[in-house]
């Protein structure tokens, strides 16, 4: 808020609450008097002004009278003017959407050039050169500050520096005063704060030259917050020393309040003087209550805890039910005060959102009712209204820092389901490639005593027995060249899985790829579990053609599948009957337009209630350490997303789980 | 003797063959070949022969190799077959659970048949 007449300013300077009081006393006369509507809205004008910082009932009171003054004579401008004023008071009773409502009512009339002399002849000479942009700066500027409350810091930036833009086109030396101030306060919050300084400074000597006081209370009291942090307890109170004269001179309760509640939490936390604390905390609650203001809680808090500190049990009590009613009626009314608006923006929304989660959990603690249930909660809520915007900085900040650190640990996981898979084929491959090795060395060994032979036959000329040898041997190095290659494919599959994926398709076959995962999924599984087996049915479509596809992620998916169909069944067989036979069965089919690959397991089946779970990243129903819960989340991505196909899942509960991928060709 | 050799690669039938054909031809050793552990237990079912020396793979699809063991010392007592399992190689745990399981000897892959025979001729003597 800032004002624009500058006939009050030169008759009246208020040097106590009460000077301000007999100032709206006149102006109240005056508005009996008057019968213009022009001075009327004038005098209005004044009188919302004065009561924006004392008593924001009536402020709202007299801008709902003069609104419709404004509407009757067509004089747009000032409606925006009186909209702004009063959106501003609305923010301060914490009507944030309707707050919002009058901003944006007042931003469609003074955006609008067309509304440049839509104004209240009276306020024309006493308003800079530009009405219509000063009144957008204002709106602007005020916006600005409903922006910070709820949260919206880029946005609170961003209209605190199109008023900057403005001031500086209107040579409004004041508004860059209160810019400054803004600014700074937000780059406080922000922890910049040399740079908040800097502005401050410049926010106070503007303002003094200008003699322009009303704020300078509040340019002190931000300055002393910075100083605070900056751990300068001695200049943090010198500033809130400042704040204080300079806030009674200029009769600004509102921003003497929050003074006296900085130096209460100064004297409690800082230096433990609990005296003191009580002092301001006192003094706050006395400007609060003259102010009629609801906004108690943080005030009641702060004596609850001084009380509490100085073991005056049943003053603590007195103030700590205060302070849950206090609470209880604000969120009450904030509530009610959300729910009235519809239409808003989308982050009006998502704050009312916010705050009914936040309603809903006080209501729950309130519940329990308990006295350190209720310190607890009460401290952080007191915090919460002294720091808002700071608080909800830290938080983006810890948000930001901890979703930073989910995509680490998320793509450590991903490599870590890569790796947990790797180990189940290791023990697999193991096995497998003993066989061929087995074969190859024990073929050329005996193709070597063969030939040993054969020359014996030559050599006695018995050619028709050599001839026989010769047949073997040579079927013998057919054996040895197979199972050579055997062995290779297999490292190379390995080395493949463990191998990041490219992206590259290629052209593959599925039922070989299908075999191939199907053998090493069974032994990886028998070398964990030796007493483990299961019957296995394929039914491979010999008319399958090669398909172009990423090998190594579809022979993962495949090896998860038959993996979990393996797991299953041999669970259901440690709880079942004697007569139970796990069967796995793998098939393929070739159709027209896409290739179908099934893995089916008489397993227990997937529950009903876990069935939309499945394929959520790092759901599992392994033992914890046993699955990183990531393998069907990652089979889904890969068919889904890298292949264009499906991966659908048909369980009968009890019975039989099917995965059925569909790759189009 | 009458040996069973008990393995899921149908390669072994052909190697064992080429491996133990002086054997084969004089009528020392007669192999009869099993490709899963179920169709071992139908070969002794059906089978009155007197000497059996079981060769047993233990990695097989459906019945292993140890199922397959447990089952022949559990169930053929008269005469008591030998068996003798197949580990692959450095699988301790393998090698214990065949060795409670009653298993009489053990051998390594890949299959060392000089060793093979001499342990046949141990027995045969």
């Not at chain 1, 009188?47 to 009171?61: G, K, L, M, P, V």
């Not at chain 1, 914490?94 to 050039?113: G, K, N, T």
């Not at chain 1, 040895?480 to 599959?493: C, E, M, N, P, W």
């Not at chain 1, 759901?619 to 292949?643: M, V």
Request: proline share 2%.
């Amino acid at each position: 808020m800032r004002r624009y007449c500058v006939i009050l300013l030169l008759f009246i300077v208020p040097a106590s609450f009460h000077a301000q009081m007999s100032v709206l006393d006149s102006l109240k006369n005056s508005l009996r008097s008057v019968s213009a509507d022009s001075s009327k809205l004038n005098t209005l004008s004044d009188i919302i002004y004065e009561y924006s910082e004392i008593n924001w009932d009536s402020a709202t009171f007299y801008a709902d009278m003069a609104l419709p003054i404004c509407r009757s004579n067509k004089w747009l401008l000032s409606e925006a003017f009186i909209l702004n004023i009063k959106g501003y008071v609305l923010m301060k009773k914490r009507m944030y959407p309707e707050s919002y409502v009058c901003f944006q009512s007042a931003f469609v009339i003074a955006e609008d050039p067309s509304n440049q002399n839509k104004i209240n002849p009276g306020l024309v000479d006493i308003m800079s050169s530009d009405p219509r942009l000063s009144i957008l700066a204002n709106i602007h500027h005020d916006f600005g500050h409903l922006m910070g409350t709820t949260g919206n810091i880029d946005k609170q930036v961003y209209h605190y520096t199109k008023t900057r833009e403005l001031s500086e086109i209107l040579k409004d030396v004041e508004m860059l005063g209160f810019v400054n101030m803004n600014l700074g306060r937000v780059y406080a919050d922000m922890n910049r704060l040399d740079t908040a300084l800097v502005m401050e400074k410049e926010a106070e000597r503007i303002f003094l030259e200008a003699n322009q006081i009303k704020y300078l209370g509040n340019v002190y009291r931000v300055m002393g917050n910075i100083y605070m942090e900056k751990n300068d307890e001695t200049s943090a109170l010198k500033h809130f020393h400042l704040g204080i004269k300079s806030a009674k001179a200029s009769g600004n309760h509102s921003i003497l309040g929050h003074i006296y509640s900085a130096l209460t939490r100064y004297y409690l936390e800082t230096k433990l003087d609990v005296d003191s604390g009580l002092h301001y905390s006192s003094m706050n609650l006395k400007v609060l209550q003259d102010m009629q203001s609801t906004d108690l809680g943080l005030v009641y808090t702060n004596l609850f805890q001084c009380y509490k500190l100085k073991h005056e049990s049943d003053s603590a009590m007195k103030y700590i039910e205060l302070a849950m009613i206090t609470k209880d009626s604000i969120s009450a009314q904030r509530m009610k005060s959300l729910n009235v608006v519809q239409n808003l923006s989308f982050d009006e929304k998502y704050r009312i959102q916010e705050l009914e989660k936040e309603n809903i959990q006080n209501q729950g603690k309130i519940r329990t009712y308990s006295l350190l249930g209720g310190l607890i909660f009460f401290l952080g809520y007191g915090l919460l209204l002294i720091r808002n915007n700071r608080k909800k900085n830290k938080a983006n900040r810890a948000l930001e820092a901890a979703l930073e650190n989910l995509k680490t640990t998320q793509t450590q996981l991903v490599h870590s389901e890569k790796m947990a898979s790797l180990g189940e084929l290791t023990a697999g491959i193991a096995h497998e490639i003993q066989n061929p090795l087995n074969f190859v060395n024990n073929f050329s060994d005996v193709s070597n005593e063969l030939l040993d032979e054969m020359a014996l036959e030559i050599e006695q000329g018995n050619y028709s027995e050599a001839k026989e040898i010769l047949a073997d041997v040579k079927q013998n190095l057919e054996k040895v060249s197979h199972h050579g290659r055997r062995a290779d494919s297999i490292v190379k599959g390995m080395l493949q899985h463990s191998r990041t994926s490219n992206g590259q398709k290629e052209a593959t076959d599925i039922n070989a790829l299908c075999d191939e995962y199907l053998r090493l999924s069974y032994h990886g599984i028998r070398a964990k579990d030796k007493m483990f087996n299961a019957g296995i049915k394929t039914d491979f479509d010999a008319s399958m053609e090669k398909i172009n596809l990423n090998t190594q992620d579809v022979g993962r998916v495949i090896l998860n599948l038959l993996t979990n169909a393996f797991y299953a069944v041999n669970k259901r067989k440690q709880q079942a009957q004697s007569d139970y036979e796990p069967l796995v069965s793998v098939v393929t089919k070739n159709n027209k337009s896409n290739i179908e690959i099934s893995v089916r397991d008489n397993g227990g089946g997937i529950p009903h209630h876990i069935l939309d779970k499945i394929f959520q990243p790092f759901f599992t129903t392994k033992p914890t350490g046993e699955g990183t819960g990531l393998g069907l989340s990652l089979s889904y991505d890969i068919i889904t997303k890298g292949h264009g196909g499906e991966l659908i899942v048909n369980t009968i509960a009890g019975e039989s789980t099917e995965f059925l991928i569909k790759i189009p060709k | 003797m009458k040996i069973l050799v008990v393995d899921d690669e149908q390669d072994v039938q052909i190697l064992f063959q080429q491996r133990f054909r002086k054997e084969i031809k004089n009528g020392e050793l007669d192999f009869a070949f099993a490709f899963s552990g179920e169709e071992a237990l139908s070969y002794l079912h059906n089978s009155d022969q007197k000497a059996v020396l079981i060769l047993s793979d233990i990695n097989m699809p459906g019945m292993s190799g140890l199922e397959l063991l447990d089952q022949i010392k559990t169930h053929f007592h008269k005469p008591p077959p030998i068996v003798m399992m197949i580990t692959a190689y450095g699988d301790e745990e393998n090698f214990n659970t065949a060795k409670k399981l009653g298993a009489d000897d053990f051998l390594t892959k890949p299959l060392d048949f000089q060793l093979l025979k001499d342990k046949l001729k141990h027995q045969s003597v």
